[in-house]
């Protein structure tokens, strides 16, 4: 006799992780340097970079870094 009811309605909010686009600008002197951006996203939409690829999570675009020897 002794059962449990489940609980029903509204889920728990989660919060995104933010983008951290200022980590995407770097600053020399009295220049400012920008991440590459997405060909064909535009600029604005930065490319995630890794050891051997540069990828876009928007459109899935990406361009292989071939490394010279």
């Known amino acids: 006799m ?3 009811k489940e609980k ?3 889920k728990k909010h989660k919060n995104k992780p933010t983008s951290k686009k200022y980590a995407k600008y770097k ?3 009295d220049k400012i340097t920008r991440a590459q951006s997405c060909p064909r996203c ?11 690829r540069l990828y876009c ?5 990406s361009e292989f870094v071939t490394k010279a020897k």
């Open 2 to 4: 002794g059962k449990k």
């Open 8 to 10: 029903k309605g509204k």
């Open 27 to 29: 600053i020399e002197g």
């Open 42 to 52: 535009g600029p604005g939409i930065f490319l995630m970079k890794t050891p051997d």
């Open 57 to 61: 999570g928007k459109c899935h675009y």
